[in-house]
């Protein structure tokens, strides 16, 4: 027997599993029986969790790549006024999402949209932070002095990253307003991301303006080694009594030492406070106080794997420190002032020879000819369009249909002889392990139904009828870190579909379709042909023809094309004797509900247990629905006309008839449609495959009255990459609003605007080089993000170069609309881009970081390395494959932009001062010649 469970609308459905988890001992025993055998054959919250924990552990590794690259770009401390910005802003975000969530009406949870969106925002949620830290820093190495930085350099990018921070979320605000069931499934990526990202803003304008004022440093400090030994003792030792504390389960002490080490430090901290001569016990309190609110967490996270993990961790850091001080430390200053001023050198050298003469034409011009170079490339070279990145199934599903009416033992023979054959394919996937059991590696369940439960989905909706003639058999894979052979070689759940599918074949009279589980929200089959009449005698004849004619056109990488309708379904006619039931005062409304109530019953009432109910529905018993004369031989009880109450059996008002007519009549537009649809075989294209079969329909003749239109995935795809193309020609045009009211100009928004165009050479490149699907969802989202991401440097740069241009007028006492020469512009052009090369290059590292664990797919599990010494280690799964194609996008474009930001946006900028100072000797020529 088995049970299938759903959760109800909005529950949680890792919270729903753990309570049947939880109940099933308690179950057996009480009121089930003691040998009753419960397998759980299919548990999606154990998967959810393991998707979660994967994006989980992608913010951990991508937040410790972060901090790397900002300590050797920036040194220890002033990486650490940057990275702040990252659990701070994500505190902050996780405060304000509910809040959000509750204005406009969503149940936001921590699900993988939103933890993606945490994932993309690690790169950018630093960006300004690293701008703010950046500039502060830059003004102290040049004497100003520390609070006066601060606030200097803070008043001078505030501005400027608003804007940047302004143009990114108008990038991602068109995605809030996606349409359809993708749009409900998508809305909380942009939602997400644009809560982090204002989150981030308000840390870098607030938090590390302050942190910087208090505590910024031009020179690092080097602990001594005596203070190493000092705090990596204290760690280490603090790390084996955690140890210990979970070898032998004891957390409850750090329930009690918490509070009391509290108290103690508070003590200790008021009386630092009120006597300023005792700093020393001031700085002991709040030691303290860091200690008890340690204690605290063990105590009530608790747990002995807790425990371990902890006390690994601090062993981990206490053996880190040593590193940090013999390793990193020294490499990181040789790359500050050594590495890192050889390569603003050398870009110096390399932008002065690019805005020498007639380079700078060169370059401009060079970049619009890469961009059509690569779309002509592109078109060459077009990579598959998909509408969803092609995963490696979770489920193999063998769908199992005769004709309606037939016996359901025949079913179930057919159903078990597909068994068997699944059994012969899985069969070769599985080894003896140390214990001598036998371990399937690719297959953690199969089951098997038929009858009710057997529907399709993707045609038959969520209908729960029973359906004798149908049968399924589905694999459950198991989760794709486990699917490796004894030797450790990895195994594709999409060869073994392969394989079941084609051992499944060839048995005649019944149709067998393998299919493999959906990727995202509904849409369909990637083979759906919609045929539309109104007379659904000649659109089933109409259909069957198209379907033969399909078919013997042995088009590549079409499975098997079936009708979503058949005419075989058995049914009894019913028919009212209207002038007797007229005559009597009963309505065929009576009659319709009599048998209704009968075969499937009506609701009499609701029963409560506790904080559920369940409806009570009353119908005739198992035996009586199926028989004939039970079910016309009740009596129907009506009032007559005088209002009298009578009974008589229905049989004597109705008539009945066997006859066979269709499954069912569907309609679309107000017009009968019957659906011919397929899946499209591993290895071949579904867009490729649907357009052979349409230039291949562009010959066939329909009749009159009759038309057809191809849906399904190909029309999802159509929808939302207008959609998406839409969206980011809005996102483009907001962007464009933002830097002209920044600017109050419309020449430097057109240039921000031509870098953000020219940054998609590097997508397209990248697509074609590397071979990578275009996939339609992700890569036009990847787009879109690209556009508010490139656009921040930009910003900054060009607002900064504006800056020194007005400060060498300040120096050189000029009117402010007064131009430089062209000398001078080029001297301020390669000044802002040498100071800002660093920022820029942070921020585009950062980003390309905070993406790179998912776009390669490297998974690293940190709570069992440190709790079980199994880092569990692979490469692949499913947010990888999801991911991947927005994720690589984005490094595409952003690697590309960073060359353009760097120099073909000083070029530019330098180009355009080169013609207002043309245009305007031009002008003032001409005032001499009419003055003459």
């Known amino acids: 027997v088995m049970l299938s469970i759903k959760k109800k609308s909005g529950e949680n459905m890792i919270t729903a599993m753990q309570k049947i988890k939880d109940h099933l001992p308690e179950a057996i025993g009480t009121y089930l029986p003691e040998n009753l055998e419960i397998t759980i054959t299919s548990d999606e919250s154990t998967r959810t969790e393991d998707q979660v ?96 930085a601060a606030k200097q350099g803070v008043g001078e990018i505030a501005w400027p990253i608003i804007a940047s921070t302004g143009t990114t979320l108008a990038a991602f605000l068109p995605l809030g307003f996606w349409p359809g069931i993708m749009g409900k499934f998508m809305i909380f990526f942009p939602l997400t991301l644009s809560i982090v990202l204002f989150s981030s803003l308000f840390v870098a304008l607030v938090i590390n303006a302050m942190l910087t004022s208090a505590f910024m440093k031009t020179t690092e400090e080097e602990m ?50 009120k006597n300023r001569n005792k700093t020393a016990i001031l700085k002991r309190g709040l030691s303290l106080f860091a200690v008890a609110f340690l204690f605290s967490i063990l105590g009530f996270i608790g747990g002995p794997k807790a425990l371990l ?51 700078a034409y060169k370059f401009v011009f060079g970049s619009f000819g890469l961009l059509i170079i690569a779309f002509i490339i592109f078109g060459l070279f077009t990579p598959n369009v998909l509408f969803f990145p092609e995963n490696q199934p979770n489920q193999a599903i063998v769908y199992i249909e005769y004709p309606e009416g037939t016996d359901i033992e025949k079913t179930n023979e057919m159903t078990l002889n597909v068994e068997q054959q699944v ?36 045609t038959d909706g969520a209908s729960q009828n029973e359906m004798p003639h149908r049968g399924k058999v589905t694999v459950l894979f198991r989760q794709f870190k486990y699917r490796f052979n004894e030797e450790g070689d990895k195994i594709s759940s999409s060869d073994v579909l392969t394989e079941i ?32 009449g109104e007379d659904y005698y000649k659109l089933m004849d109409e259909a069957r023809n198209i379907q033969n004619y399909i078919t013997n056109l042995n088009i590549p990488g079409i499975e098997e094309l079936n009708l979503d309708v058949n005419q075989n379904k058995p049914e009894m006619e019913v028919t009212v004797d209207r002038m007797k039931a007229g005559e009597l005062g009963v309505t065929t409304s009576q009659v319709g509900q009599a048998l209704r109530s009968a075969i499937y019953g009506f609701d009499a009432s609701t029963f409560k247990d506790g904080e559920d109910d369940y409806d009570i529905i009353v119908r005739f018993d198992g035996d009586s629905r199926y028989n004939e004369s039970a079910l016309f031989n009740q009596n129907i009880t009506f009032r007559d006309n005088q209002g009298n109450l009578k009974q008589i059996p229905l049989s004597t008002l109705v008539t009945t008839k066997n006859i066979a007519t269709f499954s069912s009549i569907k309609r679309k537009d107000l017009k009968r449609v019957i659906t011919i649809y397929s899946n499209v075989l591993e290895g071949f294209n579904p867009t490729e495959t649907v357009q052979k079969i349409e230039a291949s329909m562009a010959n066939y003749q329909l009749p009159p009255g009759i038309t057809y239109q191809f849906t399904g995935e190909q029309e999802e795809m159509a929808k939302n ?101 062209r000398e001078q512009y080029r001297e301020v052009i390669i000044a802002a881009g040498t100071n800002r090369l660093r920022p820029v290059l942070l921020t585009a590292i950062t980003t ?17 390395l440190f709790t079980e010494f199994d880092p569990q280690i692979y490469i692949g799964g499913d947010n990888n494959i999801f991911w991947k194609p927005m994720s690589w996008t ?18 530019m900028f330098y180009l355009l001062n080169r013609a207002k100072i043309r245009f305007a000797d031009e002008k003032n020529g001409k005032r001499i010649e009419n003055n003459a």
């Open 53 to 148: 924990a994967e994006l989980e552990n992608s913010i951990i590794f991508g937040v410790l790549l972060v901090i790397s690259v900002l300590m050797f770009f920036l040194g220890f401390r002033n990486a650490l006024f940057v990275g702040i910005a990252i659990p701070l802003s994500i505190l902050l975000s996780f405060l304000i999402l509910p809040v959000a969530g509750d204005v406009i009406g969503l149940n936001l949870t921590l699900n993988t949209m939103v933890l993606f969106a945490m994932v993309m925002g690690l790169g950018m949620l630093v960006d300004n932070g690293i701008v703010v830290v950046e500039n502060v820093y830059r003004l102290m190495d040049e004497g100003v002095p520390r609070m006066e």
């Open 224 to 273: 001594s080694r005596k203070t190493i030994i000092k705090i990596s003792g204290v760690l280490f030792g603090f790390g084996v009594l955690l140890l210990v504390s979970g070898l032998l389960n004891t957390h409850i002490i750090f329930k009690i030492l918490g509070p009391i080490i509290l108290i103690t430090s508070l003590v200790m901290i008021f009386i630092g406070w």
């Open 309 to 359: 993990g902890f006390g690994n961790l601090f062993i981990f850091v206490s053996i880190a420190l040593w590193f940090f001080k013999y390793i990193l430390i020294p490499s990181s200053k040789k790359f500050q002032y050594r590495i890192l001023p050889k390569v603003e050198r050398k870009y110096q050298a390399f932008l002065e020879n690019a805005l020498k003469g007639s380079n």
């Open 423 to 458: 059994f012969s394919v899985l069969e070769k996937y599985q080894y003896e392990n140390q214990d001598g059991e036998t371990y399937n590696y690719m297959a953690e369940s199969i089951i098997s139904q038929v009858g009710e439960g057997a529907g399709n989905p993707m």
């Open 501 to 532: 599918r084609n051992a499944v074949q060839g048995h005649p009279g019944v149709s067998i379709i393998t299919d493999k589980d959906q990727n995202g929200p509904p849409a369909g089959y990637a083979i759906n042909l919609e045929v539309k």
């Open 721 to 821: 990459m207008e959609f998406l193309s839409g969206a980011l020609v809005i996102a483009m045009f907001l962007i464009l609003l933002i830097i002209v009211g920044q600017f109050n100009s419309i020449s430097k928004p057109i240039i921000i605007f031509v870098a953000i165009v020219l940054s998609f050479i590097g997508v397209l490149f990248g697509l074609v080089i590397f071979q990578m699907d275009f996939v339609v969802l992700m890569t036009m989202m990847g787009i879109i993000s690209l556009a508010g991401i490139v656009v921040n440097n930009a910003i900054v740069l060009i607002d900064y170069t504006q800056l020194l241009i007005d400060r060498k007028k300040d120096v050189l006492d000029m009117p402010y609309e007064h131009l430089l020469s």
């Open 848 to 864: 390309i970081l905070g993406l790179l664990p998912l776009a390669v797919g490297l998974n690293l599990n940190f709570f069992t």
């Open 890 to 907: 984005i490094i595409f474009g952003l690697s590309f932009a960073t060359f353009l930001t760097l120099v073909i946006i000083p070029t």
